[in-house]
């Protein structure tokens, strides 16, 4: 695996920037963030069923979302969504519903590498410095290097690799 | 004047805090962010005109508005609701359009303070430090400050004191 996922939470600032490479073009990424359909089988840790009430990936649009882990324990989600611009950038809102009022900004940067591979860029920004040491302290990298590990599988030049293989 | 505007802009974080009270009732000055006849009176600098396209003041709504100023220049915002509680909170965000992408999130806590008094704090996190810097250089403070006497006049004890003097 070469396109590791990136974190990078600065001392005293409230944000985590992030970046990933994916062997996939930008808009096949893209899409996987749009399509619920696609959303629900890559987002979150591995082992977590999401069952998504909304998912509106438009400009003034929403989501809200759960996941329920491998015991059975339910964690709420939702935010708007700012900006959209297809296969380029995404501002959202977001709040876990356990934490409720500790929103979060996020800003997602579609990059085309050429070649038919793409970097995600992002940067979350939560209300406080804790909050945002807290987000980082629940696992929350874990969390994402599982999902966008299963969203190459899902988008990735592997997934058509491994089709053509009949495996 | 002794319900001043404190703002805080610690250096290094990309945050705007303030602080307002008001000899208002905290349902009088709720209201007064809620109802787009009202906002239009009060919201940024003095002799700047508000037009009001879109002002949907509940979770999940959505604004959009221009300012023009006494030059003649229009400047245009807009932004979603993430979280609206009635005479309690607020989570919207921010967009200046001359800055197009520099999205903010803001937080509103408004505390009733007993005898028709209350205060509002807020919290504005920009997605850089460096955008935060420029919005406080841009003359934010003065059209913050400007903007809450209008709204005090508007809602606060001494609209009715200036009523009731025929003045």
């Known amino acids: 695996m070469t ?4 974190i990078d939470a600065p001392e005293g600032v409230p944000w985590i920037d992030f970046t990933r490479e994916f062997d996939a073009p ?3 990424v893209f899409n996987a963030h749009r399509d619920p359909d696609l959303v629900r089988q890559w987002l979150g840790p591995n082992g977590y069923e999401m069952d998504i009430g909304q ?3 438009v400009s003034g649009g929403g989501y809200r979302y759960t996941h329920r882990n491998p015991e059975g324990m ?5 935010g708007l969504f700012h900006t959209i611009r297809d296969d380029e950038f995404a501002i959202q809102t977001f709040e876990f519903e356990g934490a409720p009022d500790e929103v979060a900004i996020e800003f997602m940067w579609f990059e085309d590498l050429g070649d038919g591979r793409c ?3 992002g940067r979350s920004i939560g209300r ?3 909050g ?5 302290a629940s696992g929350m990298e874990h969390g994402m290097r599982e999902g966008y590990e299963r969203l190459e ?3 990735g030049a592997g997934s058509a690799a491994r089709a053509g293989s009949g495996s």
């Not at 396109?3 to 990136?6: D, V």
């Not at 945002?132 to 980082?136: G, K, Q, S």
């Open 153 to 155: 599988a899902l988008v």
């Open 74 to 78: 339910e964690f709420g989600f939702h």
């Open 119 to 121: 970097r995600l860029r």
């Open 128 to 130: 406080t410095v804790e």
């Open 3 to 6: 396109n590791e996922l990136t």
């Open 26 to 28: 930008v808009a096949a």
């Open 132 to 136: 945002r040491d807290a987000m980082v």
């Open 55 to 57: 998912w509106d990936f």
